[in-house]
């Protein structure tokens, strides 16, 4: 089972879903639209390996899986919330990322990506404090090109707009 937190409209999930027609997807977003749109195109599609939750990732991920459960998390271009008011709301926390390890199976993965190179910054100070990740990558505090077959809708923006992303592939202890 993999995990897609904070999917917006759930192209990349959808994609993946459709790629990996054996696998479990389960998509958490907390704007009720993006979830509506997700099961919209689920069932247009007739996939049957997707399941969407609409709320706050800190209690659905909390509550709905089991320890040790999931394969994969995917946190792709969760809005850095750049505001010192609005620190509360990001996933590239200790906290959070302490939370998704925990969920994760022994080798199981954890990515993230961004492209705002101060949440790069706090991602890879806060990973480094979660003692159940080690990274893939040790060589290079991030990757420059994504680890995915495919890429969300914001990614081939900025990748036209020449901005630097920042990619991390963490695995469970």
Same mark, same amino acid.
């Given at each position: 089972?993999?995990?897609?937190?904070?999917?917006?409209?759930?192209?990349?999930?959808?994609?993946?879903? %459709?790629?990996?027609?054996?696998?479990? +997807?389960?998509?958490?977003?907390?704007?009720?639209?993006?979830?509506?749109?997700?099961?919209?195109?689920?069932?247009?599609?007739?996939?049957?390996?997707?399941?969407?939750?609409?709320?706050?990732?800190?209690?659905?991920?909390?509550?709905? +899986?089991?320890?040790?459960?999931?394969?994969?998390?995917?946190?792709?271009?969760?809005?850095?919330?750049?505001?010192? %008011?609005?620190?509360?709301?990001?996933?590239?926390?200790?906290?959070?990322?302490?939370?998704?390890?925990?969920?994760?199976?022994?080798?199981?993965?954890?990515?993230?990506?961004?492209?705002?190179?101060?949440?790069?910054?706090?991602?890879?100070?806060?990973?480094?404090?979660?003692?159940?990740?080690?990274?893939?990558?040790?060589?290079?505090?991030?990757?420059?090109?994504?680890?995915?077959?495919?890429?969300?809708?914001?990614?081939?923006?900025?990748?036209?707009?020449? %901005?630097?992303?920042?990619? +991390?592939?963490?695995?469970?202890?």
């Amino acid at each position: 089972m993999h995990l897609d937190v904070g999917f917006g409209g759930g192209e990349f999930l959808l994609g993946m879903a %459709r790629l990996h027609p054996d696998r479990r +997807f389960v998509g958490v977003e907390r704007f009720a639209e993006g979830h509506r749109n997700l099961v919209k195109n689920v069932l247009r599609m007739g996939l049957e390996n997707v399941v969407s939750a609409v709320g706050d990732a800190h209690v659905v991920v909390g509550i709905c +899986f089991a320890d040790g459960s999931l394969d994969g998390v995917t946190l792709n271009f969760s809005d850095p919330w750049p505001k010192a %008011r609005h620190a509360s709301r990001r996933l590239f926390t200790e906290e959070f990322l302490g939370l998704a390890a925990r969920k994760l199976r022994p080798g199981g993965r954890l990515c993230l990506a961004t492209d705002d190179a101060a949440y790069a910054e706090q991602a890879l100070g806060d990973l480094a404090k979660v003692p159940l990740l080690a990274s893939t990558h040790p060589e290079v505090r991030w990757m420059d090109v994504s680890p995915y077959p495919l890429r969300t809708r914001y990614e081939e923006k900025w990748i036209r707009e020449g %901005r630097p992303l920042h990619y +991390f592939v963490y695995g469970r202890r």
